[in-house]
């Protein structure tokens, strides 16, 4: 092992964790002149980060629970997310289905309190109501670009096709898609553009307080390292607890509650681009989501997940249930056989003594322990609102920081989305008209990847040859290299299941080739 090394310069802040949350914060921090250092033990995104719904939604389901400031923040930063990246990110419509026997969840105060002034209804969600919910949904928020609720017919509609006939009747609002591994790893690019140092691979194997300073001890590609910070972030999402207590070694009566989401992904099961919003038996909502041109995306479910070291699977138990719960709603019933992939993350949400996983709180709660040099703990939160707690997490630090510039982040692009929301189209015709090679499928898939730092990556080929060896579903050795280079990638999987998810296409020989590849000297 290399002797170690040691970084004589201390920092502003040493963050632990290269997820939204980790990398949101240092692209806040950097871009107000402070000093970062960022260390993720594995890939950036690689764990909670790169399996969620991949929504930008203000969570109506969380009305129930009258998280009315949760759902108020997530529905604000839709739009403003939405303008910053519109290349990773963009408006999707959804289907909500309404029959009269939909119940609720049973833990919900909205349903205890039904229970007692509507008992006749028995659990069920009266239209009504669901209306209600999604007048104040479209209001809470100031929604600008995003189109309003309106009920549909699913009889002779291509919403109601894939559907069975007992459907008649649907509501239809917005919310947002968000490429949520790009979402991370263009926070940490636009970090590292204002500064910021990024480790990824790179474990932080204990931090200490020494005089007015954090000394954090790492090992990573580099060896062992020795860095000083004023401040120590703890974003460690799923490994927040841990880091607390095997690295840190302070006390904290704060925990993580840890409830695993689990998703499926089946060939196409409709032909249209909006996703459909099911309320089950049991209360519980899933999505089935229009994804990756050929295929539906179906998920979540929510169980409590003890141990952060192993790691998420989706098991057998809730593979079936999402396709027993999709088979509800679907003419056409798909089996387990039907599943193409599935993924599965770890939420770490604030344990708030909720009674189940699904009722624990999605907010975010931030703690400052300052007996000494300020550590920042992060407990929870959403995608969804990763800015905003961003701004919050330097609000908290703005007293230890004196030459703290103001923010900014909310009117910032983040690298490649510089451009409208409503120019995709034409941005797409452009590849098409100046690379000729391109299909209209890989064109899309560059815009929708890289937004207008794609012509940056293609320069000036005339020809498909000239951005070298093909390793399959359009992935050329010229987009490779733009991601070791750009975009941290070092191995297959870094870019076929989260830069991309190219791994739906590309066969297991292609992977090896391509991982083959990538751990040759350069």
């Known amino acids: 092992m290399p002797a170690p090394s040691n970084s004589k310069t201390p920092v502003d802040l040493f963050i632990i964790g290269g997820g939204v949350n980790g990398c949101g914060i240092a692209r806040d921090a950097a871009g107000r002149g402070l000093s970062v250092t960022l260390a993720e033990m594995n890939d950036l995104a690689s764990a909670t980060s790169s399996a969620s719904t991949k929504l930008f939604h203000g969570g109506l389901r969380y009305l129930e629970y009258f998280e009315i400031n949760l759902v108020r923040h997530a529905l604000k930063e839709r739009e403003v997310l939405l303008r910053a990246m519109p290349h990773i990110s963009w408006p999707m419509r959804f289907v909500l289905p309404y029959h009269a026997d939909m119940r609720y969840e049973g833990e919900t105060p909205v349903s205890k309190i039904l229970s007692i002034v509507m008992p006749w209804m028995r659990g069920r969600r009266p239209a009504w109501l669901i209306r209600l919910g999604l007048f104040v949904y479209d209001n809470l928020g100031g929604r600008k670009l995003l189109p309003p609720t309106r009920s549909i017919s699913l009889r002779g509609t291509p919403e109601g096709a894939p559907l069975e006939a007992r459907f008649e009747n649907a509501f239809e609002y917005s919310d947002c898609w968000i490429e949520d591994s790009r979402l991370v790893v263009l926070n940490a690019r636009d970090a590292q553009n204002h500064g910021a140092r990024i480790l990824t691979q790179t474990k932080v194997i204990s931090a200490n307080r020494v005089g007015d300073m954090w000394e954090v001890q790492t090992d990573g590609p580099a060896g062992p390292q020795s860095h000083h910070a004023r401040i120590l972030v703890n974003a460690g999402g799923p490994w927040v607890g841990d880091i607390i207590q095997t690295k ?54 929510d169980a409590d997940h003890d141990d952060p070291s ?44 909720a009674s189940s996983a699904s009722a624990a709180t999605r907010d975010y709660v931030l703690k400052v322990d300052d007996a000494g040099p300020p550590l920042l703990n992060i407990f929870g939160g959403k995608i969804t609102t990763y800015r905003v707690l961003a701004e919050d997490a330097m609000d908290m630090m703005a007293p230890y920081l004196p030459a703290l510039k103001p923010k900014w982040t909310a009117g910032a692009a983040l690298p490649g989305g510089d451009f409208e929301v409503s120019e995709v189209d034409s941005l797409i015709a452009g590849l098409l008209r100046d690379y000729p090679f391109l299909t209209p499928v890989w064109a899309k898939r560059l815009v929708r990847a890289y937004g207008t730092d794609a012509r ?21 050795q010229t987009e490779v290299r733009y991601l070791i280079t750009h975009e941290y990638a070092t191995c297959a999987a870094d870019i076929v299941w989260r830069r991309s998810k190219l791994g739906l296409r590309m066969t297991p020989a292609q992977i090896t080739a391509l991982d083959v590849y990538m751990t040759e000297p350069a």
């Not at 089996?335 to 708030?352: E, F, K, M, N």
């Not at 940056?456 to 050329?476: E, P």
Request: glycine share 10%.
């Open 456 to 476: 940056g990556m293609l320069g000036t080929a005339k020809a498909a040859s000239d951005l070298g060896t093909d390793f399959g579903a359009t992935l050329t």
């Open 248 to 301: 840190l070694r302070v006390n904290s009566s704060e925990g993580v509650r840890l409830v695993r989401g689990s998703h499926i992904v089946t060939p196409k099961l409709y032909d249209h681009d909006k996703c459909y919003f099911f309320q089950g038996s049991d209360g519980r909502i899933i999505f089935a989501i229009p994804y990756e041109t050929d295929f539906t995306l179906i998920g979540t479910t």
């Open 310 to 353: 192993l790691a998420p699977v989706c098991t057998d138990a809730e593979r079936d249930y999402l396709v027993n719960f999709a088979n509800q709603y679907f003419e056409n019933d798909i089996s387990a056989d039907d599943v193409v992939w599935t993924y599965s993350g770890v939420r770490p949400l604030y344990d708030d003594g």
